[in-house]
T-cell receptor
Framework: DAEITQSPRHKITETGRQVTLACHQT?????MFWYRQDLGHGLRLIHY???????NKGEVSDGYSVSRSNTEDLPLTLESAASSQTSVYFC???????????FGEGSRLTVL | QKEVEQNSGPLSVPEGAIASLNCTYS??????FFWYRQYSGKSPELIMS????GDKEDGRFTAQLNKASQYVSLLIRDSQPSDSATYLC?????????????FGQGTILTVHP
């Protein structure tokens, strides 16, 4: 079955370290998204991509970067982790820009 | 004003009752509207989508959309304990926000036996 997987599922890191969260989907969806979820804020969009070599900033993109070198993967990089980036991160993909999002299982990141 | 706002929770209803979840949005050119359910510790899953004014029914779930009032709701009939979850309203906007699905903060629903 096609799916979307995230790794690692749990990570603890220190302030200032670079962290990369992986996202891999086997649906061949062009559209991929990264969200973070925090209590009281719901899901907030970090970055998104409509296809290979396309990336766009979301509402909370500062301190994060993405690259899209193939259809299947959209890794999210925290260049210098900060405690404010402690959160649960969800990757998602969709067939249509206006369509249903399929979410990965989430990655819980703790920055100490 | 937040782009997508949901009624403050948590919402608690007895088993068998109707649960009503509400959502307002600020962008008048919004095009698509979704309700996601998220169980504790899990990822969101789509339960309803609605694109035009009126009601859309799917089993025990009914989504209602009123674009003039910029309002979308989700009714859950015959609520079951298994419906206990956080419900997220999501709006796909147009205009300068095209390409972004914006979520509300979520409403926690508890259905007690």
């Amino acid at each position: 079955d096609a799916e979307i997987t995230q790794s690692p599922r749990h990570k603890i890191t220190e302030t200032g370290r670079q962290v990369t969260l992986a996202c891999h989907q086997t649906w061949n969806h062009n559209n991929m998204f990264w969200y973070r979820q925090d209590l009281g804020h719901g899901l907030r969009l970090i970055h998104y991509s409509y296809g290979v070599h396309d990336t766009n900033k979301g509402e909370v993109s500062d301190g994060y970067s993405v690259s899209r070198s193939n259809t299947e993967d959209l890794p999210l990089t925290l260049e210098s982790a900060a405690s404010s980036q402690t959160s649960v991160y969800f990757c998602a993909s969709s067939v249509m820009v206006t369509g249903e999002l399929f979410f990965g299982e989430g990655s819980r990141l703790t920055v100490l | 004003q937040k782009e997508v706002e949901q009624n403050s929770g948590p919402l608690s209803v007895p088993e068998g009752a109707i649960a009503s979840l509400n959502c307002t949005y600020s962008d008048r050119v919004s095009q698509s509207f979704f309700w996601y359910r998220q169980y504790s510790g899990k990822s969101p899953e789509l339960i309803m989508s609605i694109y035009s004014n009126g009601d859309k029914e799917d089993g025990r779930f009914t989504a209602q959309l009123n674009k003039a009032s910029q309002y979308v709701s989700l009714l859950i009939r015959d609520s079951q304990p298994s419906d206990s979850a956080t419900y997220l309203c999501a709006v796909f906007a147009g205009g300068t926000s095209y390409g972004k699905l914006t979520f509300g903060q979520g409403t926690i629903l508890t259905v007690h036996p």
